[in-house]
């Protein structure tokens, strides 16, 4: 499975910005797939998922209210709408996937990464 991340940019805080993941290869209803971020200096930690054949959503609890996880099957994309965000918010963005939705919310539990685009956050 290959994952390609997109739609990273430097905005100010309060703006909304939205990030896409092409997936391609072998894919399951069954797999989890996410969003993780990496802060500068900081460890990657878990953003959002979602199991690919629908439901299952979870979030970081930040992000909630302000970022929503969709998946478009037909044109095997993932999104993460982020709104009104924030300088804390500012990290590299990695898309991935497990196979099995238990194993998407812990990095090293991830089978696939996507490379990562950074998201700027200025004040």
């Known amino acids: 499975v290959q994952l390609q991340a997109s739609g990273g940019g430097l905005v100010q805080a309060g703006d909304s910005l939205r990030l896409s993941c092409a997936l391609s290869?072998?894919?399951?209803?069954?797999?989890?797939v996410g969003w993780f971020r990496q802060p500068p200096g900081n460890e990657r930690e878990f953003v959002a998922a979602?199991?690919?054949?629908?439901?299952?959503?979870d979030y970081l609890d930040s992000v909630k209210g302000r970022f929503t996880i969709a998946r478009d099957m037909a044109k095997d994309t993932m999104y993460l709408q982020m709104n009104n965000l924030e300088v804390e918010d500012t990290a590299v963005y990695f898309c991935?996937?497990?196979?099995?939705?238990?194993?998407?919310?812990?990095?090293?539990?991830?089978?696939?990464w996507g490379k990562g685009t950074l998201v700027t956050v200025s004040s």
């Open positions: 979602l199991r690919w054949g629908g439901g299952h959503i």
């Open positions: 991935a996937a497990a196979e099995g939705i238990s194993a998407i919310r812990r990095p090293d539990t991830v089978d696939y």
């Open positions: 290869g072998r894919t399951s209803n069954a797999f989890g």
